[in-house]
């Protein structure tokens, strides 16, 4: 988590200077000096939002917005303020990537020939993804 500012109110974002929840890999983020990062707040959402849109990430006592996913340069990125759990970036990264999917099966791509697992090539066959 890093401090970052999301620039101005734009309707329903959450904007300003807030908690930043970085999910993409250190060799994403140095490969494009660009980070995928989440904006987090301290206020509880509503219940019927809990654990569907949200994630509770207790280093920052915040809770970060899985449905406002932003590029953030690296050089805007502010100072460290905590680090999230394996399984607090887990429930953050699995509605995303529920949402990216038209299978809606973790890692599996529905396309006209079938359902492939992601990075499978025309044989069907997975490859390495690096």
Known sequence: MHDYDFGPDNGAELSGRRPALIISTDEFNQAYNTALVLPASRTMPAERYRNQQHVYITATDSWASTRQIKTAH???LGSVMG???PSEL???IEP???RFTTAHRLGF???SAGTFPIGA???GRSKLLR
Do not use: D, V
């Open 74 to 76: 690296q050089s805007r």
């Open 83 to 85: 680090q999230a759990s």
């Open 90 to 92: 887990t429930g953050a």
């Open 96 to 98: 995303l990537a529920r």
């Open 109 to 111: 791509i529905l396309t």
């Open 121 to 123: 090539g025309r044989s």
